[in-house]
């Protein structure tokens, strides 16, 4: 599996990047005005997190790399199960920041219900936040029911407040594997449809030429799979496993498998797009999902990680 370590990039290249793809869109689906417009908003706050993370810098982690090469080896992903101590001082205070810039842009009450259980102390920040990384959604949707809230969106605001943490450590294990060869030959090992550090299934695939790079949909890792791996999901590589191209534009299409009913949105790109920005691929090939719920397909639900 080659792995790619993104080249860096400031928060100003970013955002200017975000909002020229952001015109982009726009000119070409004018109804997408105001998911972009909250999109964009939660971009600046992800950012902003993700520039404290890094002049905060890490935790010491008890990760060596001969310990996290064995769970690769094993299909465990390596932040899977482990007991990472987040910088709540800067994420926290991010939930709240999301959870506005949510209910302003139509989730409503119900973000600002989200918004003041954490402000009560009605529900512990730090716990969620640790779940979110773990990619724990059982005890998220439980504990969201308990209180009332909407599973999906305190899932949606603890993931985007807590990935700004989940790519740093995702930039420091790549870092990592260029020195120590025992993790970066399990990385290269690697085939799985899931990601290798965090476990999540990829949000889509950028394509640069024939081979598509699966993006993470948390810690937005970039890595490639065998060409002849077939479903990113099930591993699905006979007749129920098809390419559908796009009707117009040559430049998507999807991968869709008739074993698990899963689909895959693959982009046409001249390079990989930097964290947090995958989103906005995301956002402007909706008609694909929406091609693919026609034809009965579905993007799976978050795997549970093995410890």
Not at 28 to 57: R, T
Not at 187 to 208: I, K, N
Not at 210 to 230: D, I, K, Y
Not at 281 to 293: H, K, N, Q, R
Request: glycine share 8%; with cysteine.
């Amino acid at each position: 599996m080659p792995y790619f370590a993104l080249k860096s990039s400031s928060r100003a290249e970013r955002l200017t990047r975000a909002s020229n793809r952001g015109r982009a869109v726009l000119s070409s689906a004018p109804e997408l005005s105001a998911p972009l417009a909250l999109q964009a908003q939660l971009i600046e706050i992800i950012l902003d997190l993700a520039d404290q993370v890094d002049q905060h810098g890490l935790p010491r982690l008890s990760l060596p790399p001969r310990y996290a090469a064995t769970k690769l080896n094993a299909g465990v992903p390596v932040l899977g199960g482990e007991p990472i101590p987040l910088p709540l001082q800067i994420l926290v205070p991010g939930l709240g920041r999301l959870c506005d810039a949510l209910g302003r842009g139509g989730a409503g009450d119900a973000a600002d219900h989200i918004r003041d259980q954490i402000a009560q102390s009605r529900m512990d920040a730090g716990s969620l936040l640790s779940a979110s990384l773990g990619r724990d959604q059982h005890a998220i949707r439980q504990g969201a029911q308990h209180r009332g809230l909407s599973p999906d969106l305190l899932w949606l605001v603890a993931e985007l407040a807590v990935s700004p943490f989940a790519n740093a450590l995702q930039r420091s294990i790549l870092e990592s594997a260029k020195s120590r060869h025992e993790l970066g030959a399990a990385l290269e090992a690697w085939t799985h449809g899931y990601c290798p550090v965090c476990g999540s299934w990829p949000a889509l695939a950028e394509a640069m030429g024939a081979r598509p790079v699966l993006r993470c949909s948390f810690c937005a890792l970039a890595w490639q799979r065998p060409p002849t791996a077939g479903c990113a999901y099930c591993g699905e590589r006979g007749d129920r496993f098809a390419v559908v191209p796009h009707e117009s534009r040559p430049d998507r299409r999807l991968e869709l498998c008739g074993a698990c009913r899963a689909y895959l949105k693959v982009l046409d790109t001249s390079d990989l797009t930097p964290f947090p920005l995958v989103a906005i691929g995301d956002l402007e090939t909706m008609d694909l999902d929406l091609s693919a719920a026609e034809r009965g397909y579905a993007r799976p639900g978050l795997r549970e990680i093995r410890r």
